[in-house]
């Protein structure tokens, strides 16, 4: 598997794609309502990366398994964690072990940059991706629970 940074062109095509699906995750959580989560995805994607592509201590890759591109990922160096904010495989390539592979290279490259520890969040809907990262050794640190009364 081969991580490779994005260019500034391809940066700007994932930013506006990114802010729809994280929108889109925050409106199946429940947590906002349409308004809401458009303005909340817009201001973090503004917050997390305010100087885009070149903002300190992220690293926003493409993943390759020989020429194929398999899906994304965006790590950031927080100290001694590094923190995964956005993973994605490609529809057509889920399913075939990709995603741990980018996960694990993810993680060799934030430890050469010296992270003893990974973080990441993950939706509670997201039942595939939970089993992915539990699969690979993550655990949950803090649940957070809804209950709708209506």
């Known amino acids: 598997m081969k991580l490779r940074p994005l260019t500034s062109d391809e940066y700007e095509v994932y930013v506006e794609k990114a802010i729809k699906n994280y929108e889109d995750e925050l409106l199946t959580s429940g947590m906002f309502s349409k308004e809401l989560a458009k303005q909340q995805s817009e201001a973090t994607f503004k917050r997390l990366l305010p100087d885009g592509i070149n903002t300190k201590d992220n690293y926003l ?12 990922i965006w790590c950031c160096m927080r100290g001694e964690d590094a923190f995964v904010y956005d993973f994605y495989i490609n529809e057509e390539m889920r399913r075939k072990g990709y995603g741990k592979q ?17 973080s990441l969040h993950v939706f509670g809907h997201n039942k595939a ?5 539990e699969s690979i050794g993550y655990y949950p640190t803090s649940i957070q629970m809804r209950k709708k009364l209506f």
């Open 129 to 133: 991706a939970r089993a992915l990262y």
């Open 61 to 72: 890759f493409y993943a390759y398994d020989k020429d194929t591109l398999v899906g994304f």
């Open 102 to 118: 980018v996960m694990l290279a993810c993680e060799e490259d934030a430890k050469n940059k010296g992270a003893k520890t990974m």
